[in-house]
T-cell receptor, first 114, second 115 residues
Framework: AQSVTQLDSQVPVFEEAPVELRCNYSSSVSVYLFWYVQYPNQGLQLLLKYLSGSTLVKGINGFEAEFNKSQTSFHLRKPSVHISDTAEYFCAVSENTNAGKSTFGDGTTLTVKP | NAGVTQTPKFQVLKTGQSMTLQCAQDMNHNSMYWYRQDPGMGLRLIYYSASEGTTDKGEVPNGYNVSRLNKREFSLRLESAAPSQTSVYFC??????????????FGPGTRLTVT
């Protein structure tokens, strides 16, 4: 069975600083990996996804993530954050034998301060 | 396209009352999901439907029932609401199966309070 651990529940950062949100996963088969963002009082929306190929994937709003198979990690990064990036971020994994049913991490609340 | 829609957006129930949360998607997805979201606990899967005519329990199914009415619609029923079911409920849908991309598309959520 797959599982996901988001290593930080809250990440405060100042505007224009870089940020990294950490995600580790475990699975016995090949996986697909996702990051979702949830703005206050909204549903989740896809930020980026890793399916195969290049281990560095770029998403919306200047975010990127790197798949590291040996460390079973999929950390999310942004070189310079904005106030509008304040949101909750979820890492998710699904096994490529039955993609669609994903396991979600507990979420990381990113707070960007002026 | 509307994507995934949920009704109602807000609901207050008294303990013991029943209600049905409605969800519909217009993306021709075969899989649909119901989650609940509580502070500090992320998303927990209540039930899912891999395809029309099938439903399976998720992580926290007790106190809930579901119906996959057709490919578009997937409803969640609380037969006898309890305060522990106070939560935000999200419906989602995805393509599923071997080799597909499988990202999920979420509705805007239903905020349910049980007093």
């Amino acid at each position: 069975a797959q599982s996901v651990t988001q290593l930080d529940s809250q990440v405060p950062v100042f505007e224009e600083a870089p940020v990294e949100l950490r995600c580790n996963y475990s699975s016995s088969v090949s996986v697909y990996l996702f990051w979702y963002v949830q703005y206050p009082n909204q549903g989740l929306q896809l930020l980026l996804k890793y399916l195969s190929g290049s281990t560095l994937v770029k998403g919306i709003n200047g975010f990127e993530a790197e798949f590291n198979k040996s460390q079973t990690s999929f950390h999310l990064r942004k070189p310079s954050v904005h106030i509008s990036d304040t949101a909750e971020y979820f890492c998710a994994v699904s096994e490529n034998t039955n993609a669609g049913k994903s396991t979600f991490g507990d979420g990381t609340t990113l707070t960007v301060k002026p | 396209n509307a994507g995934v829609t949920q009704t109602p957006k807000f609901q207050v129930l008294k303990t013991g009352q029943s209600m049905t949360l409605q969800c519909a998607q217009d993306m021709n997805h075969n899989s649909m999901y119901w989650y609940r979201q509580d502070p500090g606990m992320g998303l927990r899967l209540i039930y899912y439907s891999a395809s029309e005519g099938t439903t399976d329990k998720g992580e926290v199914p007790n106190g809930y029932n579901v119906s996959r009415l057709n490919k578009r619609e997937f409803s969640l029923r609380l037969e006898s609401a309890a305060p522990s079911q106070t939560s935000v409920y999200f419906c989602a849908s995805s393509v599923s199966g071997r080799g597909v991309e499988g990202e999920q598309y979420f509705g805007p959520g239903t905020r349910l309070t049980v007093t």
